[in-house]
């Protein structure tokens, strides 16, 4: 398992706007596929945004599409979530997770344990 490091959650208010990071060590994420999930409580989780590793194919949930941006910076071996707009039922636990294999990104966020690691996931609460 890889270690992932995410950063970036807290308190926002709706219309605003968060980056949600997740960095590893010893290893370089270009390789990896990276998917964000998301739970809120009481809810399943749900993925909100993948990407293929190396040339970079993005999906994205229609719950999230327009909104939401994944990128990865690989110099500073870095993927990011860009959250515009958030509303109120954005509001979920964020996970990053990667994985060394090809996994599909082109008509869903393949499922949360087709990925072999995850980070801790920040909280997002949105509310005013």
């Known amino acids: 398992q890889l270690q992932l490091v995410e950063s970036g959650g807290g308190l926002v208010q709706p219309g605003g706007s968060l980056r949600l990071s997740c960095s590893a060590s010893g290893f370089t994420l270009d390789a990896y596929a990276i998917g964000w999930f998301r739970q809120a409580p009481g809810k399943e989780r749900e993925g909100v945004s993948c990407?293929?590793?190396?040339?970079?194919?993005?999906y994205y949930a229609d719950s999230v599409k327009g909104r939401f941006t994944i990128s990865r910076d690989n110099a500073k071996n870095t993927v990011y979530l860009q959250m515009n707009n958030l509303k109120p039922e954005d509001t979920a636990v964020y996970y990053c997770?990667?994985?060394?294999?090809?996994?599909?990104?082109?008509?869903?966020?393949?499922?949360?344990?087709?990925?072999?690691?995850w980070g801790k996931g920040p909280q997002v609460p949105v509310s005013s």
């Open positions: 997770a990667a994985d060394v294999g090809p996994l599909s990104c082109l008509e869903e966020v393949p499922g949360f344990y087709e990925y072999d690691s």
């Open positions: 990407m293929h590793r190396y040339d970079d194919d993005r």
